[in-house]
């Protein structure tokens, strides 16, 4: 059995803690990826200590060089590619075609973050003085604490960790105990990338570890992605102690249809949108809000298309679904469909566990989807990250908005109409941080802004440009030249 360690100053090291967890393949139980340690307070100590000790040469690095070897970690993440989708399809289970795209996602930010580091723009303005120059730089922050989940383990990684080093920080990353192997590669590629020892650290653990990084007093910004639950107990522990901190949490997308939309199209997105990667994605498409014209034909052809989605090991090549990623959470899936039973709604298709096969190895879950769901319904309401898809009737697009903003998350969301008004109103009144117009819910651009409002975010989007102001500080400069004691307008008006 293969025993993985942290990655501290550059050596992959022993734990100072006795404690230990196996991460298992979610399709075969019996295929355990090795033994990884639940760190203690001395790790996160040492790591972090690491990364404050490199701090002082990484920021002060010209920003340009800092992309080279971000540009480099592109490189080796194409040259490694098939590997690691390999890697990561046997620890968290999504088919490889869907892994591969995991990891192309980190390879764009890589360029993009890399790109940036010549466009760290700041601002340069008159001042209100003769003989006065006013200009602001953004500023590295110091050492930043990166806790992510397991759904995609190298490209959220990615988004925060690879903006955070262009920008002249250093990392202390707490991976998933779901995916930790992905994080191991993540660390040897950046060692061959050239990034300094102590750039970028690596501690293994349960929420335990990821609480010590939140504390610890030389940690500066905090970026999480995570459950609602955890990401609002990180930002009250970071409030107290002034740190900042960017959370991406839960979602509940919703899809509308509208009676003018292509219908196919519209079919195969639910589809890729419901069930892509099991429905464990926070932007997954988990509430179809169909117009009344259109409901029961649109299920009906639905179900057909759902029916033939093909569940199985993500390893082979033919599988389109994969398992759900623990034992813990096949249950969660399982007691929420039990829920929306008991709350009146109908499960037209799924509804429980698959066990045929190779099935029978590992935590698989049928594609579910439950028709005639109320506002009401707590399947409506909660995020269950499982392939379960929530239907629910709307008389007109006034009233699918409604829905669909009738939720206390606002990540993802989705119209497909062939009108451009109704596009551009729900363009405006849909309450998310992403809308696609005849697009499903999934499927965000590295290049983008990312994140989302009401309880799936704290204001922050990663990704895009939007990522340097979540791991950068702005520093105001004023330059007089005047040679006597101007002051400011305010004392001279
Ligand atoms: C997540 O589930 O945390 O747009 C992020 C998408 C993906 C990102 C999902 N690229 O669905």
């Known amino acids: 059995m293969r025993h993985f360690h942290n990655y501290i100053s550059g050596v992959f090291t022993s734990s100072n803690s006795s404690e230990t967890f196996a991460n298992t393949n979610p399709a075969d139980r019996d295929d355990c990826i090795g033994i990884f340690p639940?760190?203690?307070?001395?790790d996160i100590n040492d790591a972090v200590h690491a990364a404050t000790l490199a701090f002082n040469?990484?920021?002060?690095?010209?920003?340009?060089?800092?992309?080279d070897i971000l540009r480099k970690a592109g490189d080796i993440f194409t040259r490694r590619k098939d590997e690691l989708a390999s890697i990561m399809t046997r620890e968290m289970g999504k088919p490889i075609f869907e892994t591969l795209g995991d990891i192309q996602e980190a390879i764009d930010t890589a360029y993009y973050a890399a790109t940036e580091t010549r466009r760290l723009f700041g601002y340069t303005t008159p001042s209100e003085m003769p003989n006065k120059m006013n200009m602001s730089f953004r500023m590295p922050i110091g050492v930043c604490g990166i806790i992510t989940a397991w759904n995609f383990p190298i490209a959220v990684p990615s988004w925060k960790i690879l903006p955070a080093l262009a920008c002249g920080n250093t990392v202390v990353f707490k991976p998933s105990e779901d995916s930790p192997h992905s994080a191991h590669i993540f660390a040897e590629i950046l060692e061959e990338a050239g990034l300094p020892t102590g750039v970028f650290n690596v501690v293994y653990g349960k929420g335990l570890t990821g609480s010590l990084l939140?504390?610890?007093?030389?940690?500066?910004?905090?970026?999480?992605?995570?459950?609602?639950?955890?990401?609002?107990?990180?930002?009250?522990?970071?409030?107290a102690l002034n740190k900042k901190c960017s959370l991406e949490m839960g979602g509940k997308n919703a899809q509308i249809v509208?009676?003018?939309?292509?219908?196919?199209?519209?079919?195969?997105?639910?589809?890729?949108?419901?069930?892509?990667?099991?429905?464990?994605?926070?932007?997954?498409?988990?509430?179809?809000?169909l117009h009344k014209d259109i409901y029961d034909d649109f299920i009906n052809k639905l179900i057909t298309k759902a029916t033939s989605i093909r569940i199985g090991n993500g390893l082979h090549e033919n599988t389109q679904m994969g398992?759900?990623?623990?034992?813990?959470?096949?249950?969660?899936?399982?007691?929420?469909?039990?829920?929306?039973?008991?709350?009146?709604a109908i499960c037209v298709l799924g509804g429980d566990i698959e066990d045929k096969n190779e099935c029978a190895k590992g935590y698989f879950f049928k594609p579910?989807?439950?028709?005639?769901?109320?506002?009401?319904?707590?399947i409506f309401k909660e995020e269950i990250f499982?392939?379960?898809?929530?239907?629910t009737k709307a008389d007109s697009l006034q009233h699918a908005i409604e829905l669909a903003n009738d939720c206390n998350y606002g990540l993802s969301s989705s119209l497909f109409t062939g009108s451009v008004d109704a596009a551009f109103q729900a363009i405006r009144d849909i309450q998310a941080g992403i809308t696609y117009i005849n697009a499903p819910t999934i499927g965000a651009e590295a290049h983008m802004p990312f994140g989302g409002i009401k309880g799936?975010?704290?204001?922050?989007?990663?990704?895009?440009?939007?990522?340097?102001?979540i791991f950068t500080e702005w520093k105001t400069v004023y330059v007089d030249y005047s040679g006597s004691l101007q002051k400011a307008q305010i004392d001279n008006y």
């Open 258 to 289: 509208m009676n003018d939309a292509n219908m196919e199209l519209a079919l195969e997105g639910v589809l890729w949108g419901a069930f892509g990667t099991a429905g464990q994605r926070c932007t997954a498409t988990s509430r179809l809000i």
């Open 368 to 378: 579910t989807i439950f028709i005639d769901v109320l506002p009401n319904m707590r």
């Open 214 to 239: 939140v504390d610890h007093p030389d940690i500066s910004v905090i970026g999480f992605t995570g459950s609602t639950a955890t990401g609002t107990a990180i930002a009250s522990k970071c409030g």
């Open 456 to 469: 799936t975010g704290n204001g922050h989007r990663e990704g895009g440009w939007t990522a340097f102001d």
């Open 57 to 67: 040469s990484w920021s002060k690095l010209p920003a340009p060089k800092r992309g």
């Open 386 to 391: 499982g392939p379960v898809l929530s239907v």
């Open 38 to 42: 639940d760190s203690n307070a001395i």
């Open 323 to 344: 398992p759900v990623i623990n034992h813990k959470q096949l249950e969660k899936i399982q007691e929420y469909v039990r829920i929306g039973r008991a709350e009146g």
